[in-house]
């Protein structure tokens, strides 16, 4: 039998070209891979808008109706079989993420993207050409497979490119492709609408996101892998390449991807003496880690924001503007909850990240409460110019909510569930905080419906309480974790080191400094001296700290150990 572990790559050619090394590869890695978030945006606002659409209820639920009757809520579909089509997606994203992380792990951050990217195709094509629910159902579920997947591997992939003072940045270009995912949808549904009584109305959109499906599977091909992943997977000289190309000039003999690529290279080899954390460690010893990893995204899905994106033209329809207006103002709201996420990208790494998340907390709780309000007081009015002044206040109370969402807890649970797991647990960590997002996703799109149904404006209020709990949970529980690198997280919570560790720090082969990417000509034999302490070299020999071997090909790439004092231990 096949096993995944047989897949792993057994070599690594970077595809690039040498033209981009330096930052703008470092962007454009961070944003083309962060088209796979924006996939999953793309998809809430389809959703949304189809919800709408007569034709797709039509087609869908079997119900002829008007738009008078959309606007109003009476349209006779069942509450449930419309959560159960929007839900459907996030239990099979919630089974994907867990399966995710061996993919990540054993066939690398990229493989994984390029995977989800296929898969992400399959669904649309599947969901262009649906002649029933059934078949929608089954392309929203396949669907569900491939965000899981992504929006397991991206946070990783950013975390990892990021330099250590810019992570909040890289992860916030995530978050911001995908609500700009969920912009473009907002607007192609309404330029779509258009369309109706076609079915390209609601098939349209669709189309639009198997062409970007095809823009991230092409992109991977061209995608760098992550200088941590090579190195821990026995690459090393193709790691401190990648950290060159991302984070320099891609002279591999600047002191500072040196430095950098000396840490990672040490935590690595740390880590792999202790072996791939199980699950069951991942609970036990990063006990406060998985807390807020889970807890992270909980409270982002709890806080109200799928109540809010899920169902935003029918709740626009609801407040009292017209299908048409609706549209137009979901795709308004749409472009107010990228605009969040810009001042976020510049400051959540100078002021931290607890500080956002207890702004957001507040932000969120007072327009929540203003938008329950203002939905009960608009339930006495008739539909009609006596809805709109409240009307108009329910859309500028969610523009509001959306804005603070899009700077607090929509970037920071993605950077925190990244960020704070060792290497030897992030992929599993990771999936541990995605699974979490999923699932409490899936919990607010299955009871969204019957709520709205049943208390209408009240829904709201029972959100509110939540954002009050994440707030005070955050205040008691998060510690800060901006301003360090990935390998010095472990001093934020306090890790203890074993006895064994604390002797020896673990370094990969590395040439001289100053002959790093030397000269071709080869009659510079010592381009190919590389500094090794105490470790077997395919002859079995050994070297002390200080022995420079020579005539070891430049493609070396075995594992070396450094020995120090136990007081110059890093």
Not at 81 to 96: D, P
Request: glycine share 8%; proline share 5%.
């Amino acid at each position: 039998m096949l096993s995944l572990s047989s897949l792993k790559p057994k070599t690594y050619v970077p595809r690039y070209p040498r033209w981009m090394i330096g930052r703008p590869l470092l962007v454009a890695t961070s944003a083309l891979a962060s088209l796979g978030d924006a996939m999953f945006g793309y998809s809430q606002g389809i959703i949304a808008a189809n919800q709408v659409q007569p034709s797709f209820i039509k087609r869908m639920f079997g119900k002829d109706v008007t738009m008078e009757q959309i606007q109003t809520s009476d349209t006779g579909v069942n509450p449930f079989i419309v959560a159960i089509t929007v839900a459907c997606l996030n239990i099979t994203a919630l089974f994907s993420a867990l399966g995710s992380a061996y993919v990540c792990d054993i066939l690398g951050r990229r493989m994984a993207v390029r995977i989800g990217a296929v898969i992400y195709f399959i669904s649309a094509f599947i969901q262009i050409f649906a002649p029933n629910l059934a078949t929608l159902i089954v392309g929203r579920s396949i669907q569900g497979l491939a965000v899981g997947m992504l929006s397991m591997t991206v946070p990783i992939l950013q975390c990892e490119i990021a330099p250590g003072h810019a992570r909040g940045f890289f992860v916030s270009i995530e978050y911001l492709c995908l609500n700009a995912g969920y912009a473009v949808s907002a607007w192609v549904g309404y330029g779509f609408f258009f369309a109706i009584p076609n079915e390209i109305s609601w098939r349209g959109p669709y189309i639009v996101q198997a062409v970007l499906a095809a823009v991230l599977f092409t992109w991977t091909i061209f995608l760098p892998e992550t200088p941590r992943w090579l190195i821990k997977n026995g690459f090393q000289m193709e790691g401190l390449g990648t950290l060159a190309d991302l984070h320099g000039t891609g002279d591999m003999s600047d002191p500072a991807i040196q430095a950098s690529y000396a840490e990672i290279a040490a935590t690595v080899e740390r880590e792999k003496a202790l072996g791939e954390a199980p699950w069951s460690q991942v609970f036990k010893q990063y006990t406060r880690r998985a807390i807020i990893g889970i807890t992270c995204q909980l409270f982002a899905q709890f806080n109200g924001i799928n109540a809010i994106l899920y169902f935003l033209p029918e709740n626009l329809g609801r407040a009292g503007f017209t299908i048409p207006q609706a549209l137009l103002y979901s795709g308004a709201c749409a472009l107010v909850y990228c605009a969040g996420t810009i001042p976020t990208m510049f400051l959540i790494d100078k002021w931290g990240r607890k500080i956002f998340l207890l702004v957001g907390s507040c932000a969120l709780a007072i327009a929540l409460a203003v938008i329950g309000g203002l939905q009960y007081h608009a339930n006495t009015l008739p539909f009609g110019d006596a809805r709109m002044p409240t009307a108009d206040g329910i859309f500028a109370a969610v523009c509001v909510y959306l804005f603070f969402f899009g700077a607090t807890w929509g970037p920071t649970p993605w950077l925190l569930g990244a960020e704070i797991f060792p290497l030897r647990a992030r992929a599993k960590g990771m999936a541990l905080s995605t699974i979490s997002n999923w699932m409490s996703n899936f919990i607010i799109a299955f009871i969204t419906p019957p709520f709205f149904d049943a208390i209408s404006g009240g829904y709201y209020f029972i959100l509110v309480g939540f954002c009050i709990i994440s707030g005070v949970f955050v205040f008691f529980v998060y510690p800060e974790t901006a301003h360090v690198t990935l390998e010095q997280l472990s001093q934020v919570f306090g890790d203890t080191v074993p006895d064994f560790e604390k002797a020896e720090t673990f370094v990969p082969l590395q040439l001289a400094p100053e002959k790093m990417r030397s000269t071709t000509s080869s009659d510079d034999s010592d381009a190919s001296k590389l500094l090794v302490a105490h470790k077997d070299i395919s002859n079995g020999s050994r070297a002390s700290s200080s022995t420079a071997l020579e005539d070891i090909p430049l493609e070396t790439s075995a594992h070396v150990k450094f020995e120090y004092p136990v007081e110059h231990a890093v």
